[in-house]
């Protein structure tokens, strides 16, 4: 059974930093890409950011771009979202989603094209 599993969403406040990670089990890691998302009262699910299974390349949404790392350590078969100089408008529910690297990269930032998804974090930034 497939699982990932988020953690280290809480209340921040704005300009603040928070390192979010999701631990998988029941796959092979390193056969999957990972990604981020995030999803806003009201609004879809959104991308964020990912990261190749071999972590050897890694994309951002523009809106977190320099703000925000991706990475990810496949002996601990565990992905890792950086978010720094948070902002109100990063509130959200942020969810973590595996891609079979077969898929190829192209990709990336469709929420429909991921095979497995988290149960998501709450991250609240305060003004």
């Known amino acids: 059974q497939v699982q990932l599993v988020e953690s280290g969403g809480r209340v921040v406040q704005a300009g603040g930093s928070l390192r979010l990670s999701c631990a998988a089990s029941?796959?092979?890691?390193?056969?999957?890409?990972m990604g981020w998302f995030r999803q806003a009262p009201g609004k879809e699910r959104a991308f964020v950011a990912a990261?190749?299974?071999?972590?050897?390349?890694?994309y951002y949404a523009d809106s977190v771009k320099g703000r925000f790392i991706i990475s990810r350590d496949n002996a601990k078969n565990t992905v890792y979202l950086q978010m720094n100089t948070l902002k109100p408008e990063d509130t959200a529910v942020y969810y973590c989603?595996?891609?079979?690297?077969?898929?190829?990269?192209?990709?990336?930032?469709?929420?429909?094209?991921?095979?497995?998804w988290g149960q998501g974090t709450q991250v609240t930034v305060s003004s």
């Open positions: 989603a595996a891609m079979l690297s077969l898929r190829g990269s192209s990709r990336l930032r469709v929420v429909a094209d991921y095979d497995f």
């Open positions: 029941g796959l092979p890691f390193t056969n999957y890409h």
């Open positions: 990261i190749l299974w071999s972590g050897s390349l890694t």
